[in-house]
């Protein structure tokens, strides 16, 4: 058997360089990128490997190991799952900055393999620099944090023990229904030991994407139960975007008449102006998906997890004898809302369905009714979007709405956090599958920058729309300077308002009187009360590298827009808009979202707010 000598991060660093996902018979490198930051656990292994190996296995240069793992989420999610990117960092910090970042990856379902260094395997001279120390347990580090929120942990203690963590590692990563944050750890002394790999191991390795069929007898019973109801609704979500059946559930959804709803995640999976398109669901949807959904008797759910902005915390779907059936790849999704499981790749789903029901429509004045809600929410979003004047400050509506005159079907709009993705939810009007990218499983603040770097790496020549709030600015502007550096021209635009606009709503509702949430000078009276603080986030952006154009009027603000989408260099858009106390969101959408409150209280605010709050939860109702 030949072998070849290399040390463990030089034969990770080979392996990962041979290896490809297949789908409907098209081939694409898995591992297309590494991005890192070194310190002492990966400077001498992963980083020596990176530089022998050559640029057959490009690196991209970050500046904070959260922030990378968003840019390779970003990436995943633009490339359907089929392209990944690695991440390596040092030990301590550097690694244990990945947990959000992997948390995000996991609850999305999104491919990202993390390589964060470890503590010495063979223990010379303990503890090293940066390493945790834990009396009664010799071996745990830091790195095991990483442990939950990963869909495969492995720690290579052995150099032998990368072939089967290497090939498991694979294995999840390319499983549509296992994906996720995918952790090697790798104890820094291992990566620089030498070993005689077979070299099978570095055989070129093609991991083929199932797309599984559904069972008949499942099959049939949801079909039964699709015949049988007279007020159907689709719920769509992720699961729709990453088969790729769009088109399968466009076919659905104009033969049979059945309105589609979309979560945060499935949105875009009709274009809006797909006659069955209601728009999104739950609590940040449109008026029109939530009376839908609160007279279904049946729900369709395919690819969604139906988290409670879906399900208006339990309180949505109020039809007496409301059922379920729900295609998805995973048992466990399926399942959820004692539906009919339909266990399949969504778009093998769909077209199964789609064959089944040959024949089949809703009623029709069940299409009017939903035509007409449709067109008067319409209405709605145009005078949201539609300024008074020119010359007037925009609202956060109204620069969506700006956009919407703007973008083509190619443009990418990314957001993650805050009050934006409420109102691009309810407002956003999809032009193709995949522009609408809102990250809304962990709705991390900060995901948006280097999302979308990750995205336009994925998406060459798209123009890329980062849209963040001030506090998200603020949160996690780093990358910033890796787009500059890499000539990445995503388009950034800020939205200051001083402050959380959406937790100081959210509070004034829950009794909390808007505490801690706007960014303002200390008063004398010791409360945040002051004026809106003198930061200048312009001047900042513009001090990482970044063109950077004010816009002060909403005239200013399509000029700006229209520069910042032909720019070919990372251009930022600033604007003020509302304050977080003056904020004019969209219209309500009609479905609660459960937030406790507090039971006891003297303030009048949280007093009336409890007497709402157990209005709202006697409503709630547990699907059986
Ligand atoms: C990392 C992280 N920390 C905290 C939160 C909770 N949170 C959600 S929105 C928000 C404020 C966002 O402020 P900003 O970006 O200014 O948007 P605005 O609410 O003003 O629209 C906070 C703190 C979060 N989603 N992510
Ligand atoms: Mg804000």
Known sequence: ??????????????????????????????????????????????????????????????????????????Y???????????VTTSIGPGATNLVTGAALATINHLPVLLLPGDTFATRPADPVLQQ?????????????????????????TRPEALVPAALAAMRVLTDPATTGAVTLALPQDVQAEAHDWPEEFFAERVWRVRRPRPDT???????????????????????????????????????????????????????HDHPADVGGIGHTGTTTANRLARTADLVIGVGTRYTDFTTASATLFAHPGVRFVNLNITGFDAHKMAALPLVADAREGLEHLFEALQGYTVP?????????????????????FTPAGDDARPTQAQVLGALDTLVGGDDILINAAGSLPGD????????????????????????????????????????VWALVGDGTYLMNPTEI????????????????????????????????????????HRAPDGTYTGDPLPVDLAANAASLGM?????????????????????????????????????SGPPASEAWWDVPVAETATRTAAVRAREEYDRQVAARRRHL
């Open 1 to 74: 058997m030949s072998t070849r000598r290399l040390t463990t991060a030089q034969a990770l660093v080979a392996f990962l360089a041979r290896q490809y996902t297949e789908r409907d018979g098209q081939r694409h490198r898995l591992i297309n990128a590494t991005w890192g930051i070194f310190g002492h656990g990966n400077v001498a292994g992963i980083g020596q490997a990176l530089v022998e190996h050559g640029p057959d296995m490009p690196f991209l240069q970050g500046r904070n190991e959260q922030a990378m793992v968003h840019a390779a989420v970003g």
């Open 76 to 86: 995943a999610r633009q490339s359907n799952r089929l392209s990944a990117h690695a």
């Open 132 to 156: 945790l120390e834990v009396p009664h347990a010799g071996d745990v580090s830091v790195n095991d944090t990483l442990r939950p929120v990963s869909r495969y942990f492995d720690r290579i």
């Open 217 to 271: 007898a499942e099959l049939d019973a949801a079909v039964r139960a699709v015949t049988a109801a007279e007020r159907p609704l689709i719920v769509a979500g992720g699961g729709v975007h990453h088969s790729r059946a769009e088109a399968a559930l466009h076919a659905l959804a104009a033969a049979t008449g059945i309105p589609v709803a979309s979560t945060q995640a499935g949105k875009g999976a009709l274009r």
């Open 364 to 384: 029709a004045h069940y299409q009017i009714e939903y035509h007409e809600e449709r067109t008067r929410w319409e209405a709605r979003v145009t005078s949201a």
């Open 424 to 463: 691009l939810h309810g407002l956003w009007r999809p032009r193709s599958h995949d522009q609408y990218h809102v990250e809304y499983g962990y709705s991390c603040m900060g995901y948006e920058i280097p999302a979308a770097i990750g995205a336009a790496l994925a998406a060459p020549g798209r123009p």
């Open 481 to 520: 300077v890796t787009a500059v550096q890499e000539n990445v021209p995503i388009k950034v635009v800020v939205l200051q308002n001083h402050g959380y606009a959406s937790i100081g709503g959210l509070s004034a509702s829950v009794g909390a009187e808007r505490f801690g949430t706007a960014y303002r």
């Open 547 to 583: 063109r950077v154009l004010r816009a002060h009027t909403v005239r200013d603000l399509r000029e700006a827009l229209a520069e910042a989408r032909a720019a070919t260099v990372p251009t930022c858009v600033y604007t003020e808009t509302e304050t977080p106390d003056t904020v």
